[in-house]
């Protein structure tokens, strides 16, 4: 089965403070997405990337960045915290192809609150 | 990439009876429309999908129907028990390799 799990279930930060959200997938995987949730708006894509240190913006990229130095792993970062990056942050990953066409494996979720 | 219309956001439905859930997109060249279920305290998990040469795809009691003319896609959940409770959320790909995701359905499914 495939594995992806993130670092946190739930974080609390304060607002300006830089924020570090992880992702690892255990399958080797090509394409690793990260998607913000908030009630009425379905699910969201900040980022995604197809490879090493390849990295494309998606709908909602404004106030994060991501990184992705190892296959298995791809990390969000808020680089100052705001209270309206209070949300419910999702990973995922998809074996290769497009990605778009291929099923996507999503972690738990990590439920972050700014204050 | 351009939104899909996902309705309603709320379903409930007495045990045993059917549950459908619309989809509506306007971009023509997506082919590909998969629906992910995500219970409580869970990641989304896909369910069935479907693809724009094909009408209709069954896969025991969930269905999914496309009407490429129309731009929509529905979800048919026949016999609902109570762990089909969940949100279910429907997508289309677009292009660069991504997912658009509808808002969501919250199904809840009543004893």
């Known amino acids: 089965d495939v594995k992806v799990t993130q670092s946190s279930r739930y974080l609390v930060k304060r607002t300006g403070e830089k924020v570090f959200l992880e992702c690892v997938q255990d399958m080797d995987h090509e394409n690793m997405f990260w998607y913000r949730q908030d009630p009425g708006l379905g699910l969201r894509l900040i980022y995604f990337s197809y490879d090493v240190k390849m990295k494309e913006k998606g709908d909602i990229p404004e106030g994060y960045s991501v990184s992705r130095e190892k296959k298995e792993r791809f990390s969000l970062i808020l680089e100052s915290a705001s209270t309206n990056q209070t949300s419910m942050y999702l990973c995922a990953s998809t074996e290769l192809g497009t990605g778009a066409e291929d099923t996507q494996y999503f972690g738990p979720g990590t439920r972050l609150t700014v204050l | 990439g351009e939104n899909v219309e996902q309705h309603p956001s709320t379903l409930s439905v007495q045990e045993g009876d059917s549950a459908v859930i619309k989809c509506t997109y306007s971009?023509?060249?997506?082919?590909?429309f998969p629906w992910y279920k995500q219970e409580l305290g869970k990641g989304p998990q896909l369910i069935i999908d479907?693809?724009?040469?094909?009408g209709e795809k069954k896969d025991q009691r969930i269905a999914v129907t496309l009407n490429k003319t129309a731009k929509h896609f529905s979800l048919h959940i026949t016999e609902t028990q109570p762990e089909d409770s969940a949100v279910y959320f429907c997508?289309?790909?677009?292009?660069?390799?991504?997912?658009?995701f509808g808002s969501g359905t919250q199904l809840t499914v009543l004893p």
């Open positions: 997508a289309r790909s677009g292009s660069a390799r991504q997912l658009t």
């Open positions: 971009d023509s060249a997506s082919n590909y």
């Open positions: 479907i693809r724009s040469n094909v």
